[in-house]
């Protein structure tokens, strides 16, 4: 007897938004079809119970599991046609799930189409369009918001003293409030719906520091803010002041997006202190720095992501980031972390917020494309992949349009 054939095709990956419908199809594998039944085996419509099976089985917090593998999963009849059978679904949660059509004879035997599960990613709803972002360094936004680079000659020139008898010497910064100040002409003026932050956590200033500023994705501490970022007014701390910021976007409809760091910290972070050992180690028993393009980046030192508890820590980092107004995050090296360990952070942070975004940046790894490894997971591909989808060699666009805004102070980087 053939086998059934199925719509969508099976090994089919889909993105789609909270509020569509989708539509199954399954054909009769023969002509005779009396007595015969059909159902959907799917996740569809059970995310929270899926995202409690993804954090159960992962062991990362053994004391809280209380389901079991496939928990998620229900048969969903489909309704005979002339010619098969039918089911047309809404899609109503924000997240990843599989699906795949099978059919049941008179004596109870399955008969399945050949071919992998369908995945079916869904994105929150005012995901669909518009989603302009504006990519800000903090830093940059004081007196040198204008300028078209951070270093200057002659400046440099006398600070080399300083600098060779082990001073530690930074120029002064931009704040959070000279970002905030810019957040009408960002939104209101530039039309730009999304302010994406690059990394605003303290960085090393007297040793491991590249460059007069050092690199904002050398991280000392997850939940932390550069005190070089804020004002001091003695009313408000750090929090109150990104607050501030967070508060400005929302209250004109944006969303703000920050850039984390999960690969990697920089030496001497909180995490490395407390926990050396969930840090990988050369063969000589030195820490281990990360790299690419043939580069090795020796300001940070990489995190090694096999470590359940690891994951965990990270999810309640990026917890306290959202319970701060932020509403997406883009996950810089992305790549390197194993699926496992994405399958979980995102599970954990959208059991609190169940439309919290994620965008994947990475460069492939493990024969595996960034995409593919965010949909698995069920968040969006990397930045550039958004501005240049016709460039996945996958079928169809799979992410929300995205264009890049730029004006003073956007996307400069210190030399």
């Not at 004002?231 to 004109?252: G, P, S």
Request: a neutral charge; glycine letters at 10%.
């Amino acid at each position: 007897m053939p086998h059934p054939s199925m719509s969508p095709i099976p090994g089919s990956r889909i993105v789609r938004y909270a509020g569509d419908r989708i539509r199954f199809t399954l054909s009769a594998p023969g002509p005779e079809t009396t007595g015969w039944q059909a159902f959907l085996r799917t996740n569809l419509t059970r995310a929270a119970k899926a995202r409690e099976e993804v954090i159960a089985l992962s062991g990362a917090r053994p004391s809280e599991s209380r389901t079991f593998a496939g928990a998620s999963w229900r048969d969903i009849p489909l309704r005979p046609t002339g010619e098969g059978w039918e089911l047309d679904l809404a899609l109503t949660e924000v997240g990843y799930f599989r699906a795949k059509s099978y059919c049941l004879d008179p004596e109870g035997r399955q008969h399945w189409p050949e071919g992998q599960d369908v995945g079916i990613s869904v994105h929150p709803d005012h995901l669909r369009t518009g989603n302009t972002i504006y990519c800000a360094f903090p830093r940059m936004f004081g007196e040198a918001r204008t300028a078209r680079t951070t270093r200057i000659p002659a400046l440099e020139e006398q600070l080399k003293g300083l600098d060779q008898q082990g001073y530690a010497v930074i120029p002064p910064s931009g704040k959070l409030r000279d970002l905030t100040a810019c957040v009408p002409h960002i939104v209101e003026t530039l039309g730009c719906r999304i302010l994406h932050l690059l990394p605003i956590g303290p960085t090393p200033t007297t040793y491991a520091r590249m460059g007069r500023f050092g690199s904002p994705y050398a991280l000392l501490d997850f939940t932390g803010i550069d005190p070089a970022l804020v004002d001091f007014d003695q009313r408000t701390t750090a929090v109150d002041q990104f607050r501030e910021l967070a508060y400005a976007v929302h209250l004109r409809g944006g969303l703000v997006f920050l850039d984390i760091v999960v690969n990697h910290t920089g030496w001497g972070s909180k995490l490395q202190e407390k926990r050396p050992d969930w840090f990988q180690r050369n063969a000589d028993g030195t820490f281990h720095s990360p790299g690419a393009w043939g580069v090795t980046w020796g300001d940070l030192v990489e995190l090694d992501n096999s470590h359940p508890e690891l994951w965990e820590a990270t999810a309640k980092a990026l917890l306290t980031w959202c319970r701060r107004g932020v509403d997406g995050f883009r996950c810089d090296a992305g790549y390197m972390v194993p699926l496992p360990a994405w399958q979980y952070i995102v599970a954990r942070v959208r059991q609190e917020f169940p439309d919290a975004v994620f965008l994947l940046e990475g460069l492939g790894s493990h024969g595996v494309s960034p995409h593919r490894r965010g949909h698995a997971v069920g968040v969006l591909g990397a930045l550039p992949e958004l501005f240049a989808p016709a460039g996945l060699g996958l079928p169809g666009p799979l992410h929300p349009p995205v264009r890049a805004g730029r004006c003073p102070g956007a996307l400069q980087r210190d030399p």
